[in-house]
């Protein structure tokens, strides 16, 4: 069945230190990619999304790149903030109506 | 639009009492979806509703747990009675149709069984 397996956590960066977060995925058909971000106390949000291969998602200098022969889709970002400060779930849509959730990636970046 | 409204923002109840959560999906979105997340777990889908027709409710845990949506614009999840193991924050969240569109999440009910 289709699912996504993130990298574990926890991660600790200092700011402005470059974030790579690992994300591949199992999928039959051709799924669409997404990235959310969870800040404390606060539901999930879109961050960003792709819905082909080779497909770029960006968002608040985040940015992901669908891959269909590595069938990944890694968050990266240049220079991170405190503000990143967040857990971060890597998903996927497939050929049915649900999603699946990565287990969450829980960022920290220390000034 | 006022995205995917939830109400409470937090629930603390007894043990072997009724709680019912709400949600107000987003107008136009043929699907609704209950998220549960607690540390142990993360995130588990307990049921979906496409057009207000539960399809999906292989994730809802017991019998304790029961889930309504009478029109396009409301959905209910009780739970009866209540436990401390059910402690957890309940996400309520609604798409359009398509594989294409994300998910938009409410801010989630914080419950809190004593």
């Known amino acids: 069945g289709d699912s996504v397996t993130q990298m574990e956590g926890p991660v600790t960066l200092s700011e402005e230190a470059f974030l790579t977060i690992n994300c591949t995925y199992t999928?039959?058909?051709?799924?669409?990619l997404f990235w959310y971000v969870q800040y404390p106390g606060e539901g999930l949000q879109l961050l960003l999304k792709a819905t082909k291969a080779d497909d770029k998602g960006s968002n608040k200098g985040f940015e992901a790149t669908y891959r269909k022969e590595t069938t990944s889709f890694h968050l990266e970002k240049g220079s991170v903030q405190v503000s990143d400060s967040a857990v971060y779930f890597c998903?996927?849509?497939?050929?049915?109506?649900?999603?699946?959730f990565g287990t969450g990636t829980s960022l920290t970046v220390i000034p | 639009d006022a995205g995917v409204i939830q109400s409470p923002r937090h629930e603390v109840t007894e043990m072997g009492q009724e709680v019912t959560l709400r949600c107000k999906p987003i107008s136009g979105h043929d699907y609704l979806f209950w998220y549960r997340q607690t540390m142990m777990r993360g995130l588990e889908l307990l049921i979906y509703f496409n057009n207000n027709v539960p399809i999906d409710d292989s994730g809802m845990p017991e019998d304790r747990f029961s889930a309504k949506m009478p029109n396009a614009s409301f959905s209910t999840l009780k739970i009866q009675p209540s436990e401390p193991r059910d402690s957890a924050v309940y996400f309520c969240?609604?798409?359009?149709?398509?594989?294409?569109?994300?998910?938009?999440f409410g801010s989630g009910t914080r419950l809190t069984v004593v």
């Open positions: 999928a039959t058909g051709y799924p669409s």
């Open positions: 998903a996927l849509s497939g050929t049915g109506n649900q999603f699946y």
């Open positions: 969240a609604s798409r359009e149709q398509g594989a294409n569109y994300g998910y938009t």
